[in-house]
Structure formats: structure tokens, C-alpha cells
């Protein structure tokens, strides 16, 4: 395994989740951030693959390759929003990231909200903040296996950080 998981707590998950280049483009990267930072997940992933001068902030973006996003979205190759798709998420950096927790897979997903965000209720990231299916701001995991798939294809093994969360037993019970 990648990761040091919590073997006491079976339902200890990961997911993927990705701020989208139009989620981004709104800056919307520091909400979504906050909304798992205040539920209490923990952010698992780094990327230093760009180093901004002079602050030297660590930062998470990547510009998605058209071969990487084929692979990421293979299930949905046949689909006629196909190419869109693949336009849209490679038109500019996606902020990706790996998070840690419990359910945090089905979890996530009900904090995203529905795939279309006129259909999403109000309170989900994609209710509150999105209007179009094709400029839906984040991706989420939508299993446990997927998660797993797609960490492993956005993030080398030492991209994901494997730490103690201090305020975990607060968390927690
Ligand atoms: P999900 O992102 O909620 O898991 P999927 O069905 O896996 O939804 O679709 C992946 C992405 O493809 C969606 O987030 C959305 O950006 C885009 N998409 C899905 N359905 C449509 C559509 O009917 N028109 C345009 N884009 C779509």
C-alpha cells in the first residue's frame, strides 16, 4: 500500500478529488479545500511539480495531459460529451489532491453533489457554486476501486503523504 492506513477503523478510505480548470479559473480551489478541511478529512497528496517564486508555495496543480484524462474518463469514451469533456479538463490546470477518511468516498460524493448541479441541492459544492453539467467545477471518486485507480494514475507513490492527523482523536470517537 501506498498509504499507512487505519487499520483499527475498516471503513478508513481514500479518495481522489480534482478541482476542475473552471473551478479553478473561479477560485473556488480555497472552498472546496475548506469544506473537507472543516468536516475533518485529511489532505493525503503534494505535488511539487511547480514551485511559485518567491513564497515557494507547494502547490497542487497539474496540467492534465489528453492521454492522462483518456485514461481517467476510459468509461466514458463512447459517450457524445466525450470530446467536450476531454477539451474542457484540458483547458487549463486542475488542482488535484488525495483525501483520507472515513466513508470518505461516499461522503465526498454527497458533498459534491449531483453530476448535473442544477439537480444538486443547495449546500452540495456543486449546488452552491455550478450551474452547467459540463462546468460542474470537481471530480470525486465514485468508488473505493476507482479511488484507487485514479491515485494511482494523477500521483507517483511519494506524491501521497502518509501522516498523523493532531486533531484526530477529536474527530473521531
Ligand atoms: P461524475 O463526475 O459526477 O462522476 P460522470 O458521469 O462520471 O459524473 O461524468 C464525468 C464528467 O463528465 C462529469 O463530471 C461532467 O463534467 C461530464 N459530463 C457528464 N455528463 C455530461 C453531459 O451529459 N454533458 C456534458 N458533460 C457531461
Not at 518567491?54 to 463512447?78: C, G, W
Request: charged share 25%.
Amino acid at each position: 500500500s501506498l498509504f499507512n492506513r487505519n487499520m483499527a477503523d475498516p471503513r478508513a478510505e481514500r479518495t481522489f478529488l480534482a478541482v476542475k480548470p473552471d473551478g479553478v479559473q473561479r477560485g473556488l480551489v480555497g472552498e472546496i479545500i475548506s469544506r473537507f478541511e472543516k468536516r475533518g478529512y485529511k489532505l493525503g497528496s503534494r505535488q511539487i511539480r511547480l514551485v511559485v517564486e518567491p513564497v515557494k508555495i507547494l502547490i497542487f496543480f497539474l496540467q492534465p495531459s489528453k492521454d492522462l484524462l483518456h485514461n481517467h474518463y476510459a468509461e466514458l469514451s463512447s459517450k457524445p460529451f466525450f470530446p467536450g469533456l476531454i477539451e474542457y479538463m484540458s483547458s487549463g490546470p486542475v488542482f488535484a489532491m488525495v483525501w483520507e477518511g472515513t466513508d470518505v468516498v461516499s461522503v465526498g460524493r454527497k458533498m459534491l453533489g449531483a453530476t448535473n448541479p442544477r439537480e444538486s441541492p443547495i449546500g452540495t459544492i456543486r449546488g452552491d457554486f455550478a450551474i452547467d453539467v459540463g462546468r460542474n467545477i470537481c471530480h470525486g471518486s465514485d468508488s473505493v476501486g476507482t479511488a484507487e485507480r485514479e491515485i494511482a494514475l494523477w500521483f507517483t507513490p511519494d506524491e501521497v503523504v502518509s501522516y498523523g492527523l493532531a486533531q484526530k482523536k477529536w474527530i473521531y470517537e
